[in-house]
C-alpha cells in the first residue's frame, strides 16, 4: 500500500517555473515506477512524465519534453516535477501515481496502482 500526496501548485506566470513535490508514505517506494498525469477542466486525464524505481530512466509526454523534469528521491520517498517555461496550457490538477515495478525500463502503458489527490497549477498569460 502506498499513500501519496502532492503539494507545490499555485498561481504563476506564463514564463514561469514552478516544482511539484508528491511525498509516499511505506518503505516501499523504490518499488515503484512513478509518475505525473494532468487533468484540465473539461479534457480527459493525460500522461505528463514518469521515471522508473532508481531514477535512471525517464519518459516525458511530447507536450512537456524540454520544458519539464520528473525526479525522485528514494531516500526521502519523495517525486518531484520541475516545471519550466510553463505555458497557460499546462494549467490543470496535477496527479502523481505509482504502479509496481521490478524492471528498470518504463511501461509507458502501465496502469497505476496508486493514485494522490492532485494539486492545482494555474498558469496566466
Known amino acids: 500500500q502506498v499513500q501519496l500526496v502532492e503539494s507545490g501548485g499555485k498561481l504563476v506566470q506564463a514564463g514561469g517555473s514552478l516544482r511539484l513535490s508528491c511525498a509516499a508514505s511505506?518503505?516501499?517506494?523504490?518499488?515503484?515506477?512513478m509518475g505525473w498525469f494532468r487533468q484540465a477542466p473539461g479534457k480527459e486525464r493525460e500522461f505528463v512524465a514518469a521515471?522508473?524505481?532508481?531514477?535512471?530512466?525517464?519518459y516525458y509526454a511530447d507536450s512537456v519534453k524540454g520544458r519539464f523534469t520528473i525526479s525522485r528521491d528514494n531516500t526521502k520517498n519523495t517525486l518531484y516535477l520541475q516545471m519550466n517555461s510553463l505555458k497557460p496550457e499546462d494549467t490543470a490538477t496535477y496527479y502523481c501515481?505509482?504502479?509496481?515495478?521490478?524492471?528498470?525500463?518504463?511501461?509507458?502503458?502501465?496502469?497505476?496502482?496508486?493514485w494522490g489527490q492532485g494539486t492545482q497549477v494555474t498558469v496566466s498569460s
Open positions: 521515471v522508473n524505481w532508481s531514477g535512471g530512466r525517464t
Open positions: 501515481a505509482a504502479y509496481y515495478s521490478d524492471t528498470y525500463d518504463i511501461n509507458p502503458k502501465a496502469p497505476y496502482d496508486y
Open positions: 511505506g518503505r516501499t517506494f523504490r518499488s515503484y515506477a
